[in-house]
């Protein structure tokens, strides 16, 4: 079966490739008919099962587990934990009143109307008082402390200080203190005019003496003498050092390491580099370029053409082929499937529905029917026997009653006498009291 029929095109072979795609066609549609074709039956068989067990097996069980637990959540967990929060709500405020009644009524009602009245009349009419009382009482206390201790401390030496020190010493240091310090000073200022300012003068003369005419003309002769020393001994053979190593290392030292900066570069480079450059450069270069350019590019180009060749002319028809086998296998099987699931309900379904709804439907609504009068007529028999017997029962308690009232007025001559009846209704009964027989009391008790 060509793809054209089914609306696809396949691109067209290229020229020159109709033998390729005739001799890969036959044997790819028989793989095709013969292996893909019972794999993709089997596959959509499996899919088809699957389906019908999830939908037929799973999402039903699934629905019904989830309604059970809808229903045992709604009418057995959620009354029960209605129950159990409404049992720890009122045991809870049971506890509460309790502790409340235990731990804080008794000790609240203790304190504000036992404890706070008393302390307040015992703070008002007692503490308040005495305190202000011994307050009053320390109050003067401390002033007569005060005074005492002013009397004590304070006023005999202020008296002693201001009536006897102060004008003692200012006595003493007019009169003595002040003429003495004067005296004193005038022989300081004596002193040092007459006797110190002389001794200090010469002194420093004779200082300036021993420098002027000693220390200095021998200090000059020592600076003149290492001066001489530094010019005319020490100078000049520094000077033809310096003069030696300035021509050392200007004609010799500095020629040698010119010539060895130039030499040590081009000798290390003609032993480890040039033989590698020229070995790269002759050798190595060459020899890539020419295997790159005469043997590496064409087996790579001739590789590249074979496998776009292998991809074009021969994987890609076989993947449209494959495609296409595998689209027809699937289109087969959906055939075949169509057909079964026909004759399905042409065999079993339709024939199955039309006995459920033209013979088995009316044969239910007649047994409900026949069920349902059944039900209605033996639920009135049961109502009309209970009731007559009923009736028969009562009349003939009534009959004996009677005729044990009857032997009783024949052997002891006086009526009966039997409590009147009450119509009110009997705890637990919906039948009146007078349905049931008063208590009989003998006439032997009545009269005893």
């Known amino acids: 079966m060509d793809l054209e029929k089914h609306g696809r095109h396949e691109p067209p072979p290229p020229a020159g490739q109709g033998c390729v795609y005739a001799v890969v066609r036959i044997p790819v549609r028989i793989l095709a008919v013969v292996v893909v074709l019972p794999v993709r039956v089997v596959w959509d068989l499996l899919a088809l099962g699957a389906r019908a067990v999830y939908r037929r097996a799973l999402r039903p069980a699934g629905d019904a587990v989830g309604r059970a637990c809808a229903w045992l959540r709604r009418y057995l967990l959620a009354p029960v934990g209605h129950a159990l929060a409404w049992l720890a709500r009122g045991a809870g405020l049971v506890l509460e009143w309790a502790a409340l009644a235990v731990f804080y009524w008794p000790w609240a009602g203790l304190w504000r109307y036992a404890l706070a009245p008393a302390g307040g009349a015992l703070w008002r009419w007692v503490l308040v008082p005495l305190g202000q009382g011994v307050a009053l009482l320390a109050r003067g206390t401390a002033v007569a402390l005060g005074w005492l201790a002013k009397a004590l401390f304070v006023w005999p030496w202020a008296a002693l200080w201001r009536h006897l020190l102060v004008p003692g010493g200012a ?42 005419y000693l220390l200095k003309p021998a200090g000059a002769a020592v600076v003149w003498t290492v001066g001489a020393v530094w010019r005319y001994l020490l100078v000049p053979p520094a000077r033809g050092a310096d003069w030696l190593v300035r021509a050392l290392y200007r004609y010799v030292l500095t020629p040698a390491g010119h010539a060895l900066v130039w030499f040590l570069p081009r000798a290390l480079a003609a032993v480890f580099v040039w033989p590698w450059a020229a070995l790269w450069r002759y050798v190595l270069v060459p020899a890539a370029t020419g295997a790159h350019r005469y043997l590496l590019a064409p087996l790579g180009h001739g590789a590249a053409r074979l496998a776009r060749g292998l991809y074009r002319h021969v994987l890609t028809p076989l993947g449209h082929f494959a495609a296409s086998t595998w689209r027809l296998a699937g289109r087969v099987s959906r055939a075949l499937g169509r057909g079964l699931l026909r004759l399905w309900r042409g065999c079993v379904a339709r024939p199955s529905a039309w006995v459920y709804r033209q013979v088995a439907t009316p044969a239910g609504h007649l047994v409900r029917e026949v069920w349902r009068t059944s039900r209605s007529a033996a639920r009135l028999v049961w109502r009309t026997s209970r009731t007559a017997a009923g009736e028969v029962w009562h009349t003939a308690r009534s009959a004996v009653r009677d005729a044990r009232a009857g032997v009783r007025q024949a052997l002891f001559g006086t009526p009966p006498r039997e409590p009147a009846r009450s119509r009110a209704r009997t705890l637990g009964s919906k039948t009146a009291a007078g349905n049931t027989p008063a208590p009989e009391i003998s006439l032997r008790e009545q009269q005893g």
């Open 171 to 212: 006595a003493l240091y007019r009169y003595l203190l002040r003429p003495a310090g004067q005296g004193l000073a005038w022989v300081v200022l004596a002193l040092v005019r007459y006797l110190l300012k002389p001794a200090g003068a010469g002194v420093v003369w004779a200082v300036n003496a021993v420098w002027r």
